[in-house]
């Protein structure tokens, strides 16, 4: 291989030529070097130059190819930033279908039981004897890796060339992701350019079909969720939901800044010199500069084979990408033609799935966590014990369903494990205390929040205790996160992060504090660890309390949906805003006292009220309860008066309490025409009731007038003609969601 240095000087040595006469050379010199030099950071980890030098290579390349568009080349490193957007994926049939591999389990002690098995790897050790059996020897060499969680691929070069990539899909046919796909820095467009450091290598197939997973790192997922979350953009659940949801899009510059890996693991359509054995293979990868999957074992007996799986089952939680098991595959590629396949999947591969470790500690104590949404959760405290590559000493008990379908209690020693990225739980209890009793969430904080003392409560319906106090410090992140939310008052740059870092340095409780803050408090901010600061920074600041000033004039229904009162939701809150006409109206709302006074079961009043006002399904007793109660609390009296300190005093865009006679326009199903047919679950006159109740209109012949054909079971003929005029036609489940 080249020395870095000459590359570099190599890159430099331009200023000796004249530009026009060699620009074609330099571009390909440039696009070759960049390659080179992706592969070295992306694939091998080990970058030859800095940074700023791999930056200064790119621009002049970027400047060339500006200057010469007659040559364009679509794989050039820079257009890795991704292209146009497609218009929608286009289905690709694959060369060699795509077979998943059957799973074989390690079991757990009671699968064991049930089955009669002897060992955990039971199911393992029955492949090995099917391979044996098929090809009627006793030992068979084979390759065991981990198994990538990620999202399978199969990459097509054709003369060295990537030429598409496609998801699995069905395995016969998947969608042609070949934008996203180029974005992605260790994946090679094409296959030469291994060469610049091996000249001798020999030249691409026709036909190279790889197979692999797309994944995003561990490391780099985490840091990726963070800058969403900084953001306001939602995070991913996982690196697996988040690497196909990036794979999913249209537009490649979005895949561009995501931290999307490559790894490959298989062969699919090949026309290149004859491979015998998975270490071939693997060869023409290195070769090619295909970075493929490691750590790899080859084993030439079942003895091996088992210490080989529990020596990934070891290293897995070190490895940057998740993986539950290791694969299994016949390193020779004669046996495994010999061997074939089912239906589904090849005989000559499995994937062994490890079953989350298990250890046995005592249960030391039970805490009260207060959530962020004043949740009180159970948190078993443990003598700490190794699982997984790392110590566990608390797990979360969940609620007190949980506990008592478990009979966990105080002193016991209980069973605990960890799957996947999950948090270790609690299994069971393995060892009583004898005569002690089942823990009691209730009793053990003296029915009090044991952030805040306020009161708890568990809502209907809901097994989790609740600490129902507005003002609760443990709540303030939740709160202001939510103020500062999309559909609340939209305050960007002020995200999950962002609040916690406000809470933890004491500068806010409740999210009305955000409007005290100041540039001089924001900038400094510190978002990181006292080890690790990380700065919010001046551009930040500025922006967040541009947000806020852009708040002050935000309609009502924002700033009562942003207040998070409990029950009230959106659409609660644009109806309560049709009805007052600021905020300071609501917090004494003669409509809501008397909608209240109103559950008394009169129901002529109520219904004479609902007329009067034509209220809506999305403000009634629970909701006026709520909104009462809080304006009366003496949090809702603290936030009122610095409401009017700070001269915000919020406005409605949607006033009209009383519509005009005949005026439904603040209805669901205003200015629509609806004609019934068929047999619904209420008689016609019902239905025609309901609908005109929320402003719409019935009538009793399609034309191109009706808006909708409201069909019930049956109906020919008005559906026949619905459907010849192309006027929509709705069930009553699609109705309902229209109220
Ligand atoms: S070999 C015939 N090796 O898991 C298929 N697959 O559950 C041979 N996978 O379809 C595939 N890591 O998408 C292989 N190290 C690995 C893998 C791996 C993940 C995926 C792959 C496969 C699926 C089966």
Same mark, same amino acid.
């Given at each position: 291989m080249s020395e870095p240095d000459d590359l570099f000087s190599f890159a430099d040595s331009k200023t000796a030529r004249a530009p026009e006469e060699s620009a074609e050379k330099r571009i390909l010199e440039l696009r070759?070097?960049?390659?080179?030099?992706?592969?070295?950071?992306?694939?091998? *980890?080990?970058?030859?130059?800095?940074?700023?030098?791999?930056?200064?290579?790119?621009?002049?390349?970027?400047?060339?190819?500006?200057?010469?568009?007659?040559?364009?080349?679509?794989?050039?490193?820079?257009?890795?930033? /991704?292209?146009?957007?497609?218009?929608?994926?286009?289905?690709?049939?694959?060369?060699?279908?795509?077979?998943?591999?059957?799973?074989?389990?390690?079991?757990?002690?009671?699968?064991?039981?049930?089955?009669?098995?002897?060992?955990?790897?039971?199911?393992?050790?029955?492949?090995?004897?099917?391979?044996?059996?098929?090809?009627?020897?006793?030992?068979?060499?084979?390759?065991?890796?981990?198994?990538?969680?990620?999202?399978?691929?199969?990459?097509?070069?054709?003369?060295?060339?990537?030429?598409?990539?496609?998801?699995?899909?069905?395995?016969?046919?998947?969608?042609?992701?070949?934008?996203?796909?180029?974005?992605?820095?260790?994946?090679?467009?094409?296959?030469?350019?291994?060469?610049?450091?091996?000249?001798?290598? *020999?030249?691409?197939?026709?036909?190279?079909?790889?197979?692999?997973?797309?994944f995003m790192p561990n490391e780099a997922f985490a840091a990726m969720n963070v800058e969403r979350d900084e953001a306001g953009l939602p995070t991913f659940a996982n690196p697996r939901n988040a690497t196909a949801g990036t794979l999913k899009q249209l537009d490649p510059k979005i895949a561009a800044q995501r931290p999307l890996r490559f790894l490959a693991h298989g062969l699919g359509a090949y026309d290149g010199p004859e491979l015998e054995t998975e270490h071939d293979f693997h060869n023409l990868l290195d070769h090619f500069g295909i970075p493929r999957n490691q750590p790899l074992f080859t084993v030439q007996h079942l003895d091996g084979l088992l210490d080989a799986v529990a020596e990934i089952n070891h290293q897995r939680h070190q490895l940057d990408y998740g993986t539950d098991g290791a694969v299994i595959k016949v390193l020779s590629r004669a046996e495994r033609t010999q061997l074939g396949f089912t239906s589904r999947a090849p005989r000559w591969a499995a994937a062994y799935k490890f079953l989350p470790e298990q250890k046995e500690t005592i249960l030391e104590n039970i805490t009260i966590q207060v959530g962020r949404t004043g949740v009180l959760t159970p948190v078993a405290e443990l003598t700490p014990v190794l699982i997984s590559g790392s110590t566990v000493s608390r797990a979360t008990l969940h609620n007190q369903d949980e506990i008592d379908r478990k009979q966990i209690h105080i002193g016991a020693r209980v069973l605990v494990e960890k799957a996947g990225e999950i948090i270790p739980a609690i299994v069971k209890v393995t060892q009583p205390v004898p005569g002690a009793s089942v823990f009691s969430i209730f009793a053990s904080v003296n029915g009090q929040c044991p952030s805040c003392g306020g009161p708890i409560s568990q809502e209907q319906g809901f097994v989790a205790w609740r600490c129902?106090?507005?003002?609760?410090?443990?709540?303030?992140?939740?709160?202001?996160?939510?103020?500062?939310?999309?559909?609340?008052?939209?305050?960007?740059?002020?995200?999950?992060?962002?609040?916690?870092?406000?809470?933890?340095?004491?500068?806010?409780?409740?999210?009305?504090?955000?409007?005290?803050?100041?540039?001089?408090?924001?900038?400094?901010?510190?978002? /990181?660890?006292?080890?690790?600061?990380?700065?919010?920074?001046?551009?930040?600041?500025?922006?967040?309390?541009?947000?806020?000033?852009?708040?002050?004039?935000?309609?009502?229904?924002?700033?009562?949906?942003?207040?998070?009162?409990?029950?009230?939701?959106?659409?609660?809150?644009?109806?309560?805003?049709?009805?007052?006409?600021?905020?300071?109206?609501?917090?004494?709302?003669?409509?809501? *006292?008397?909608?209240?006074?109103?559950?008394?079961?009169?129901?002529?009043?109520?219904?004479?009220?609902?007329?009067?006002?034509?209220?809506?399904?999305?403000? /009634?007793?629970?909701?006026?309860?709520?909104?009462?109660?809080?304006?009366?609390?003496?949090? /809702?009296?603290? *936030?009122?008066?610095?409401f009017a300190e700070l001269g915000i005093n919020p406005a409605s865009d949607n006033y009209l309490p009383i519509p005009a006679e005949g005026d439904l326009s603040h209805l669901p199903l205003a200015g629509k025409t609806f004609v019934i047919t068929g047999t619904l679950s209420m008689d016609r006159d019902e239905m025609k009731a309901l609908i005109e109740s929320k402003g719409g209109k019935v009538s009793g012949s399609v034309s191109a007038k009706t808006h909708y054909v409201l069909a019930g079971e049956g109906g020919g003929s008005k559906r026949d003609k619905a459907e010849k005029l192309g006027v929509p036609l709705l069930d009553e489940a699609a109705l309902q969601a229209m109220l």
């Open positions: 070759k070097l960049l390659e080179h030099h992706n592969h070295l950071y992306y694939s091998q *980890a080990t970058p030859e130059i800095s940074d700023a030098e791999y930056d200064k290579l790119y621009r002049e390349l970027e400047d060339l190819e500006k200057k010469h568009p007659e040559f364009h080349d679509e794989n050039s490193p820079t257009l890795r930033v /991704g292209g146009a957007p497609i218009e929608g994926f286009q289905q690709i049939r694959h060369a060699v279908p795509m077979l998943s591999i059957d799973d074989v389990f390690e079991l757990s002690p009671d699968a064991m039981e049930k089955s009669g098995a002897s060992r955990p790897e039971q199911e393992l050790i029955e492949f090995y004897q099917r391979l044996r059996k098929n090809l009627g020897r006793e030992d068979i060499t084979v390759t065991v890796e981990p198994k990538i969680d990620g999202v399978a691929v199969s990459l097509f070069y054709r003369d060295g060339k990537l030429a598409y990539a496609a998801t699995r899909g069905d395995g016969t046919t998947g969608d042609d992701i070949t934008h996203n796909v180029r974005t992605i820095r260790s994946i090679p467009l094409e296959l030469k350019q291994r060469a610049l450091a091996d000249p001798a290598s *020999a030249e691409p197939p026709t036909t190279l079909e790889i197979r692999g997973e797309i129902t106090n507005f003002q609760c410090p443990a709540q303030a992140v939740t709160h202001i996160k939510h103020f500062a939310s999309r559909k609340a008052l939209d305050i960007d740059g002020l995200g999950e992060i962002v609040a916690e870092a406000l809470v933890r340095h004491k500068h806010c409780v409740t999210p009305l504090e955000l409007f005290s803050l100041t540039e001089e408090v924001l900038a400094p901010l510190n978002l /990181g660890t006292e080890e690790a600061p990380r700065r919010f920074g001046e551009k930040n600041a500025t922006k967040v309390l541009k947000a806020l000033d852009d708040a002050r004039s935000k309609p009502l229904n924002r700033w009562l949906f942003a207040m998070g009162i409990r029950q009230l939701g959106e659409s609660a809150a644009k109806e309560l805003s049709r009805l007052h006409q600021d905020l300071t109206e609501i917090s004494t709302s003669p409509i809501l *006292a008397e909608l209240l006074r109103d559950t008394r079961p009169d129901a002529k009043k109520k219904n004479e009220l609902l007329a009067k006002y034509a209220i809506t399904g999305d403000v /009634g007793p629970a909701v006026a309860e709520t909104v009462i109660s809080y304006f009366q609390s003496e949090a /809702g009296q603290q *936030a009122l008066q610095r």
